[in-house]
């Protein structure tokens, strides 16, 4: 019979392959990503296609059939509004209310302006994006004027002369911008400010062609709209429910069949004939909801061997649609779903984080929205910058040390009668910790802000 440590030497194998293959995966799913990369950077930085052409080079690259290719390129972000009003409207609306307080309120009131304009301005970036024709040119197009329902304008140009209007505008106001930086002021300098006046008056003239009737919704739009809205507000809301709950136009053109047909088009979660759909509210601003769902339901840790670690953690049917709308939303990470619990209750759902390279990321975005985990957030990214660059300094291993030490404290500091002696942590030695971080050291040895 194996003895007591021949068992804890094969635990710890068995950690060791679970460990390599974990980071097997995470090799494959960063490959994974950068050939996506490369095969748009082929598709769409050389020169400008029609989409009908568009579609059939996705299909000849990605082996994929023509509907497939068109759910590729044809996708464009909702309209941001936030009860019927859009954003515009709503900024110039809490600007005005501003003006009424004082105080801690007026200051308030800045933070949720400011917060709101940092959304919007995510979601006109997502707008652009989604334009793949026009990604080479993205410089000169954001020094254009422009608004969302000119992005959507520049998203319904099909053809390649419409298209090819839009670039020569960009790239002649481009190539002005260039030779005009570092000129002195004259007459040459003036010449070239009218040519990029006239490119930027092509540019408008160009999307102007695009009539407003041309954005107008089709009844089979407004059926989706409604569907999504209503997913949104009742979840795990079925079928049927939702045919009733439809207005009368668009309950005799639809059925509980035609609804789940166009429920696995919307990318709606179904489980068990339930549906769930996170709103497009909070997916505008993912992050800042992503670290309140971290803050109140997830953990930022590292382990014994200053791994770094985060994850999201929900149960039940509704904590797994919610889990799997949430790695949608993020992009990156990796689900486990319906995980037994050590209490035999509902199944344990989770959304964790393992490479350096997601967790950086994520806790980057999440930063400033932190409340309760701010601190265990930036000893990780302080860790994960020294694993990258600063493994040989001499103070690497001690800090280490102290950053799982701080770590621990972050983790149980509200935890009564917790055994810090176990941990070997001093609790006078915590402020000292804290002090000694090594982001400033590392910041002056690159020489960041520092006037060379």
């Not at 020169?47 to 023509?66: G, H, P, Q, R, W």
């Not at 490119?199 to 407003?212: D, L």
């Not at 770094?308 to 919610?322: H, I, M, Q, S, Y």
């Amino acid at each position: 019979m194996p003895t007591a440590e021949q068992y804890d030497k094969i635990s710890e194998k068995a950690k060791e392959l679970a460990e390599l293959q974990r980071r097997e995966e995470e090799v494959k799913e960063e490959a994974n990503r950068d050939a996506d990369t490369e095969i748009f950077k082929t598709l769409y930085s050389d020169f400008v296609m029609s989409e009908y052409d568009e579609i059939n080079t996705l299909c000849d690259v990605l082996k994929v059939n023509a509907s497939e290719a068109r759910k590729m390129i044809d996708e464009f972000p909702q309209e941001y509004t936030v009860e019927e009003k859009n954003i515009p409207d709503l900024i110039k609306q809490m600007r005005m209310s501003r003006r009424k307080l004082k105080g801690e309120n007026r200051d308030n009131m800045a933070k949720a302006i400011d917060t709101m304009i940092d959304a919007y301005s995510d979601h006109l970036f997502k707008c652009i994006d989604s334009i793949y024709w026009l990604a080479p040119y993205k410089n000169p197009l954001l020094k254009m004027r422009y608004n969302e329902k000119d992005l959507r304008k520049l998203h319904k140009m099909k053809t390649v002369e419409q298209r090819r209007e839009v670039v020569d505008a960009l790239c002649k106001y481009w190539e002005a911008e260039i030779e005009q930086s570092g000129m002195v002021y004259g007459k040459d300098y003036s010449v070239l400010s009218k040519e990029m006046r006239v490119a930027k008056k092509a540019f408008r003239e160009s999307i102007a062609k695009i009539t407003n009737q041309s954005l107008n919704k089709s009844k089979k739009e407004k059926q989706r709209e409604f569907i999504l809205k209503t997913v949104c507000e009742n979840h795990g809301i079925g079928a049927r429910m939702i045919h009733e709950m439809m207005p009368t136009d668009l309950h005799k053109a639809s059925s509980p069949n035609v609804i789940s047909q166009e429920i696995k088009k919307l990318g709606i979660v179904s489980v068990n004939g339930a549906f769930y759909k996170m709103p497009d509210e909070i997916k505008k601003n993912i992050w800042a909801y992503t670290a309140a769902f971290i803050d109140s339901d997830g953990y930022i840790t590292l382990d014994r061997k200053m791994n770094p670690r985060v994850g999201l953690v929900a149960t039940g049917e509704r904590g797994k649609a919610f889990m799997q709308e949430m790695y949608k939303s993020i992009g990156f990470g990796r689900m486990h779903l319906d995980q037994k619990s050590p209490q035999d209750t509902r199944l344990i759902n989770r959304l964790n984080f393992y490479s350096q390279d997601d967790v950086a990321s994520l806790l980057t975005k999440c930063l400033p929205h932190f409340r309760l985990k701010k601190g265990n957030a930036q000893l990780l990214l302080e860790l994960i910058r020294m694993k990258k660059s600063y493994k040989k300094s001499d103070w690497y291993k001690s800090r280490c040390d102290e950053i799982f030490k701080l770590m621990k404290w972050e983790n149980h500091k509200d935890h009564v009668g917790f055994d810090w002696a176990k941990e070997n942590i001093n609790l006078d030695d915590i402020q000292k910790y804290a002090d000694n971080c090594k982001m400033s050291v590392m910041d002056s040895m690159e020489q960041i802000g520092t006037v060379l």
